[in-house]
């Protein structure tokens, strides 16, 4: 797949261009999902609630429902299957969330991870002086202080004693613990270049403009991939990891037409990159970033052996040759990229109902990979002669293992406002157990997206539900 660089848009000058061929003018797609909308889903349907709700709630912070959890959950076990488990030169990792100070020293967080702040005098409340409009308070209208740095690392203290020596930082990225455990995973694995350190964990940062929904948060989970290339290889990696990135969106049914590539200009790039490009989402907001895929050439690695006085190079035994390693980092946000699915997905359409009205619908047009219900077993009523065997429907194929994740059994409220319920979680088949059933013993898969329903045996149901599941 071709990916496409936003007109106007600079690639830094040491960096190899994009062909000509693949500079096509982007016509942005907008996604046109209210989002207000979608958050009342959200919430409604058990995705995401805001956190500690009934104590009125901490402001940017949010906590996954059970559909929510079951919807993370598939979206990291996609791309951990993709990018670990379907290669063969990438492996996993989970290090810890609290490290030794001197990582952070010498990773250039504590120095260079800020934003610059500006205090209300009146009300105390602190600003972006770049995002600031006019030089008073947005809030009271009152006197501002000069900037101040402002480190956005969360700062907390091991052990009973608060003072310097016992500071610790909740990690801002997971990349640093890839690093820092390069010399581990290369012993044990005897893994040679080019491979790479996938992990999934959460990181905390202080961030002082937080908002749209889960877009932007202070915590948030990370899945990070640090890829190690010999210096020389690392533009051919990025290119290449630039396009696997955007195949897992498009491969998960994003859609392409809201989706571009944005190379940083040089003024734009963070101090340990050559070059870095981001995947961007035409959210209702505008363009927003998903993922960046960063080629930090030997930063990490130099700057962790000269702070440790450990030697991180790696031996190339066919070359003879002793280096330190360029790294190429396509990292994804876990809860961008869950808002991301969510946005992309949702749709309302005009729809029959089945007295022949015509009704507004809401659908979840989620890819089965990652549909936190794979499958609904709805008896036709709670009639007690229907009861038992749909009861025995929903265990063979539960048991079966067909679904490959959640089952669910829903017989409340009539038939129809359960299509539509199952419709707006996103679950790609209804299994619908009737009168006929009990002579038959056959039942009838539904489709969210097309509406259309066929009858199957009941005998053949899990091979049916996992060759429409997993096509
Ligand atoms: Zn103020």
């Given amino acids: 797949m071709s990916f496409r660089l936003i007109p106007g848009s600079q690639l830094s000058p040491e960096y190899p261009s994009i062909p000509e061929k693949d500079k096509e003018i982007v ?37 996954y429902g059970p559909l929510g959890a079951e919807l993370k959950r598939n979206i990291k076990d996609s791309w951990w299957r993709k990018f670990v488990w379907e290669r063969d030169d990438v492996v996993g990792l989970d290090s810890s969330i609290l490290m030794h100070p001197d990582v952070w020293r010498a990773s250039g967080h504590v120095d260079s991870f800020t934003d610059p702040l500006v205090e209300c005098k009146e009300c105390h409340q602190r600003w972006r002086e770049d995002q600031l409009e006019e030089r008073v308070c947005p809030a009271c209208g009152g006197e501002l202080t000069e900037a101040r740095n402002f480190n956005l690392m969360f700062k907390t203290f091991i052990g009973p004693v608060e003072n310097d020596a016992s500071v610790a930082y909740l990690r801002p990225e997971t990349a640093q613990g890839i ?27 202080n961030e002082i403009t937080t908002g749209n929904f889960i877009f932007r948060t202070r915590e948030f989970e990370i899945m990070e991939l640090e890829f190690f290339v010999a210096p ?49 989402y035409s959210f209702p907001w505008g363009w927003g970033e998903i993922q960046g895929i960063a080629n930090r050439a030997d930063f990490d690695l130099k700057a962790h052996a000269e702070a440790s006085g450990t030697s991180l190079d790696y031996y190339d035994d066919q070359t ?53 219900v794979k499958v609904a077993i709805l008896p036709l009523s ?39 319920r199952q419709d707006e979680i996103g679950t790609p088949l209804c299994v619908t157990v009737d ?25 053949d149901l899990p091979s049916e539900l996992g060759a429409r599941l997993h096509v």
């Fill in 435 to 459: 009168f006929d059933s009990l002579d038959d013993k056959a039942v009838t898969i539904r489709d969210r997206d097309t509406m259309e329903q066929v009858r199957v045996a009941i005998d």
């Fill in 232 to 280: 020389g290889q690392d533009e051919d990696w990025h290119k290449r990891w630039v396009e696997d990135c955007l195949g897992w969106y498009t491969g998960l049914g994003v859609s392409k037409e809201r989706l571009r590539v944005r190379a940083h200009d040089t003024a734009e790039l963070a101090h340990y990159a050559k070059a870095t490009h981001d995947i961007e």
């Fill in 27 to 63: 016509v942005d797609s907008v996604a046109s999902v209210d989002l207000e909308k979608l958050v009342s889903l959200c919430k409604r349907r058990g995705f995401i609630f805001q956190s500690s709700e009934i104590y009125g709630g901490l402001s940017s912070t949010w906590d």
């Fill in 179 to 205: 690093f820092v455990n390069f010399e581990n995973v290369l012993n044990s694995t005897r893994k040679k270049l080019p491979f790479g350190i996938a992990q999934i964990g959460k990181a905390f940062r």
């Fill in 320 to 372: 003879k040759e002793r280096f330190t390693p360029y790294v190429i980092e396509p990292s994804a946000g876990v809860d961008r990229a869950l808002m991301t699915f969510l946005v992309d997905a949702y749709t309302e359409e005009e729809a029959p109902t089945a007295s022949g009205k015509v009704e507004s619908r809401v659908l979840l047009k989620l890819h089965p990979e990652i549909a936190p």
């Fill in 382 to 420: 709670r009639n007690e002669k229907l009861v038992p065997l749909a009861r025995e429907v929903y265990d063979r194929v539960r048991g079966s293992g067909a679904a490959k994740g959640y089952v669910q059994y829903d017989d409340a409220q009539s038939i129809g406002r359960r299509y539509r």
